[in-house]
């Protein structure tokens, strides 16, 4: 089965990242990793939808990223990845001429699907180390 993966040209209009994660990784998308479960009190998925879950904060001298998530603060450490990962969004066409194994068929239409690689992933932040309790003042 052939796959196809496209690697779209960067648009001018492209989001920017925040100045404090320029410090880390310039323009590129950055993956956050945290140990353990993190649970959002809702009644439905969707309803989770653009929370706010916390406010990450990064020392400018350090380069030391710190999460607070409702009472707790968690302190991290960028790491590079061993290896990149792509970060892919599907994309399917109505193309008649698309070959079999690119296409799925949705009723009498042949779908074509290919997927884009919309970022690479370089750097990691890392929150491996147990929260602790926030007490009096929030950040």
């Known amino acids: 089965m052939v796959i196809p993966i496209n690697f779209p040209l960067p648009?001018?209009?492209?989001?920017k990242l925040p100045p404090a994660l320029t410090m880390i990784s310039h323009s590129e998308l950055v993956l956050i990793e945290l140990q353990g479960a993190l649970e959002v009190e809702c009644t439905s998925d969707r309803e989770r939808d653009g929370?706010?879950?916390?406010?990450?904060?990064?020392?400018?001298?350090?380069?030391?990223?710190?999460?607070?998530?409702g009472h707790h603060l968690?302190?991290?450490?960028?790491?590079?990845?061993?290896?990149p990962l792509a970060v892919l969004r599907r994309v399917a066409t109505n193309d008649p001429d698309a070959m079999d194994c690119d296409t799925e068929e949705r009723g009498q239409a042949k779908v074509e699907v290919?997927?884009?690689?919309?970022?690479?992933?370089?750097?990691?932040?890392v929150f491996s180390k147990r929260p602790m309790p926030i007490v009096g003042k929030m950040l």
């Open 11 to 15: 648009s001018t209009s492209a989001e």
């Open 114 to 125: 290919a997927w884009d690689a919309i970022a690479l992933v370089k750097r990691k932040i």
């Open 74 to 83: 968690l302190e991290g450490k960028v790491a590079v990845l061993p290896k």
């Open 51 to 69: 929370r706010l879950i916390g406010r990450l904060y990064i020392d400018e001298a350090a380069k030391k990223p710190t999460l607070t998530i």
